[in-house]
């Protein structure tokens, strides 16, 4: 099996129109322009499926900051971005948690009050009857 090179979206789009120009000759193509059988078939299944698109290099990139190429991965781009969010929103809660938790706060039905009361283990307002 012979080594694979580097290649551009050009040169990836030229490889396939050749191949398929050849009936799919995946070995010839191969051994022509210097780059694996596997790597031709591949992309030409690709072209085939998303275009010019599905030539793109898109290795090091995250999923979230991609433009969609299918529906599939415009559904996955999206829950990416859900999941940056929500992953965003629990560090803010635990951050206020843990700010409020080291001022003394006690969360009180959902809400943080500060014991006014004077006694630190209370969870009661001063002046304000149980």
Not at 27 to 42: F, I, L, P, T
Not at 54 to 78: S, Y
Not at 86 to 111: C, H, V
Request: some cysteine; proline content about 2%.
């Amino acid at each position: 099996m012979k080594q694979g090179r580097d290649t551009t979206q050009e040169e990836r789009i030229q490889i396939v129109r050749d191949c398929l120009a050849s009936g799919k000759n995946y070995g010839e193509m191969a051994m022509k322009y210097k780059v694996s059988y596997q790597q031709v078939r591949a992309w030409t299944l690709r072209f085939e499926e998303m275009g010019e698109a599905g030539l793109e290099d898109r290795r090091g990139k995250r999923k979230k900051d991609q433009v969609p190429r299918t529906e599939l991965e415009k559904a996955q781009i999206e829950i990416e971005q859900l999941k940056h969010k929500l992953y965003l929103a629990e560090m803010e809660r635990d951050l206020l948690k843990n700010w409020t938790e080291s001022r003394g706060e006690r969360p009180i039905g959902g809400k943080t009050a500060t014991c006014l009361c004077g006694d630190p283990g209370s969870t009661h307002r001063k002046g304000v009857s149980d």
